[in-house]
């Protein structure tokens, strides 16, 4: 799978950096933080593409009042929505600023007519946020779209992911992945449970990856041996900007430390290959193998006395040990001879 030309699941894990509300409504900030995350290391950037409208109403009754031991308590939903959102008319000049800096921009759109939108601007791929996980009429029409679809998993049961991936599936739209995401911000470590990056995989035949809210650089690196292919992490220019969730992003210099951790684990997982590298090549010396380390004449019997598996790795694989025990030599040989086939009497 590719995603606006960045092959995914070759080793180099896509790492993405969420603006998400980190702009502090100043489009200058918000475009100061895009080259700033090309400078970190990132791949690409994603936005959110919503308003409070499209999202909830503006009311004050209990069900719209946050009151679920969250960083925003006490506000509602609008309020919350209205402080976070990416102004829409940014987006084209957002997105032209991330194709300067060479980063990839995609975002997640929250309903139908944010799709509709965000197909002027030729977006590589669509992200559905964990809470939409559920909206599987948004789902499909995103995945009518023909491009890669990538869910946050944070709040699906076993059941809703295997709809969202059939929804996506029905209407043709094969290019899945899902990323295992924790929906409390910030998330503590036992609640990433990495273990569910390769589970996912497998049960549903699509590629996986992660969206943290974790603290630092830990899990993001974690997550590559449990088959990440995609990494995402809210951004921050500065945390002093403030905003909904600043608590949980990471700044320049911390968001440039998780991508080398990341790619440092790249290195260290590697892949599936039993080919030697010149560097193994070059430490075969010091196997072991065949040498006559005692002074034979001709048509002596190679004994183990005689003829023994020994360090350097110049001679002939141990293996060949027994069958040549018993046979004769086939000329005067010298102790600290390599055992080679013609030492051996035909």
Not at 197 to 205: K, L, S, V, W
Not at 243 to 252: Q, R, T, Y
Request: proline residues 4%; aromatic residues 8%.
């Amino acid at each position: 799978m590719k995603i606006a030309g960045f092959e995914l699941g070759k080793g180099k894990t896509m790492i993405v950096a969420e603006l998400s509300a980190n702009h502090g409504h100043d489009l200058e900030i918000a475009k100061r933080t895009i080259r700033a995350a090309k400078q970190a290391g990132a791949d690409a950037i994603k936005l959110q593409t919503y308003t409070p409208d499209t999202l909830t109403i503006d009311c004050r009754k209990d069900d719209f009042v946050l009151n679920h031991g969250t960083l925003w308590d006490g506000r509602t939903l609008y309020e919350l929505y209205g402080e976070a959102y990416t102004p829409w008319g940014w987006h084209e000049e957002l997105c032209r600023t991330a194709r300067e800096e060479g980063l990839i921009c995609f975002s997640s759109p929250f309903d139908k007519t944010a799709v509709d939108f965000l197909e002027q601007f030729r977006v590589p791929a669509y992200k559905i946020a964990s809470f939409e996980i559920t909206d599987i009429p948004l789902i499909e029409y995103a995945a009518r779209k023909g491009k890669p679809m990538i869910m946050s998993t944070g709040i699906a049961t076993r059941q809703e992911l295997e709809d969202a991936v059939n929804a996506c599936r029905r209407v043709g739209n094969n290019d899945i992945i899902l990323l295992k995401t924790s929906s409390q911000y910030p998330a503590a470590y036992e609640d990433a449970n990495l273990a569910m990056i390769r589970d996912m995989a497998e049960r549903f035949g699509v590629m996986t990856g992660l969206s943290d809210h974790t603290e630092g650089w830990l899990v993001p690196a974690l997550s590559v041996p449990a088959g990440a292919v995609m990494i995402e992490k809210h951004f921050i220019l500065d945390k002093s900007i403030g905003g909904p969730d600043a608590a949980f992003s990471l700044d320049k210099d911390q968001f440039a430390e998780m991508v080398r951790k990341v790619r440092e684990a790249e290195k260290i997982y590697g892949k599936v290959d039993y080919s030697l590298t010149e560097k193994a090549k070059n430490s075969r010396v010091f196997a072991r193998s065949l040498y006559v380390v005692k002074d034979m004449k001709k048509g002596e019997v190679f004994t183990e006395e005689n003829l023994r598996s020994i360090r350097p790795g110049y001679g002939m694989p141990p293996k060949f040990l027994p069958e040549i025990l018993g046979k004769r030599a086939a000329r005067d040989i010298r102790k600290g001879t390599r055992m080679e086939w013609d030492l051996v009497e035909k």
